[in-house]
Antibody
Framework: EVQLVQSGAEVKKPGESLKISCKGS????????IGWVRQMPGEGLEWMGI????????RYSPSFQGLVTISADKSTTTAYLQWSSLRASDTAMYYC???????????????WGQGTMVTVSS | EIALVQSPGTLSLSPGERATLSCRAS???????LAWYQQKPGQAPRLLIY???TRATGIPDRFSGSGSGTDFTLTITRLEHEDFAVYYC?????????FGQGTKVEIK
């Protein structure tokens, strides 16, 4: 079964760092782009960026460039989203999701993780 | 950045009725690069349609997509109880990919 399993909910203080994970299984991890999508409480979906685990080619939305880092580890088939200094406005649900087709840069997301809720509060 | 505007914001319908959801893009979106997702409360989004009109695996044929250029439509021919949810369109013709703000389909 193809699946993405994300790490658990996090509660952090402003200024702290955080790295959340997304483990892929059941498919060739290095051959599919994986992306991250933010959903703030009660709001819609925002595309943050994508990574191709095969060569770590990464693309960011301008809205998130410099604010987060997307990475992937081929050896553990895991993608990551990290912050060096969290803000209260980072409070949201974060989903990882995989592109439909192997190697396709322009594609929809067909497999989604269950989401990781990040709460940032003093 | 391509902006996607969905209408209506909320659609109030009864089971068995037809739902027509609209997604309008600020620039031309290739018909191969438009998708629709369904999201229920507390769940991750689910891909329904990609490339404007291709149903994803396991999606029933009461869901269909159409359109080209800047105007796209998701149609649900006969609403079933499990279809009441929020629906998002997404373009993936360029970066950043963008989503519409969503249409909520609620029970009348």
């Amino acid at each position: 079964e193809v699946q993405l399993v994300q790490s658990g909910a996090e509660v952090k203080k402003p200024g702290e760092s955080l790295k959340i994970s997304c483990k892929g299984s059941g498919y060739s991890f290095t051959k599919y782009w994986i992306g991250w999508v933010r959903q703030m409480p009660g709001e819609g979906l925002e595309w943050m960026g994508i990574i191709y685990p095969g060569d770590s080619d990464t693309r960011y939305s301008p809205s998130f460039q410099g604010l987060v880092t997307i990475s992937a580890d081929k050896s553990t088939t895991t993608a990551y989203l990290q912050w060096s200094s969290l803000r209260a406005s980072d409070t949201a649900m974060y989903y990882c999701a995989r592109h439909c087709r192997s190697g396709y840069y322009l594609d929809a997301f067909d497999i989604w993780g269950q989401g990781t809720m990040v709460t940032v509060s003093s | 950045e391509i902006a996607l505007v969905q209408s209506p914001g909320t659609l109030s319908l009864s089971p068995g009725e037809r739902a027509t959801l609209s997604c309008r893009a600020s620039l031309n979106v290739s018909s191969t690069n438009l998708a629709w997702y369904q999201q229920k409360p507390g769940q991750a989004p689910r891909l329904l349609i990609y490339a404007t009109s291709t149903r994803a695996t396991g999606i029933p044929d009461r869901f269909s997509g159409s359109g080209s250029g800047t105007d796209f439509t998701l149609t649900i021919t006969r609403l079933e109880h499990e279809d009441f949810a929020v629906y998002y369109c997404q373009q993936y013709v360029n970066s950043p990919r963008t989503f519409g703000q969503g249409t909520k389909v609620e029970i009348k």
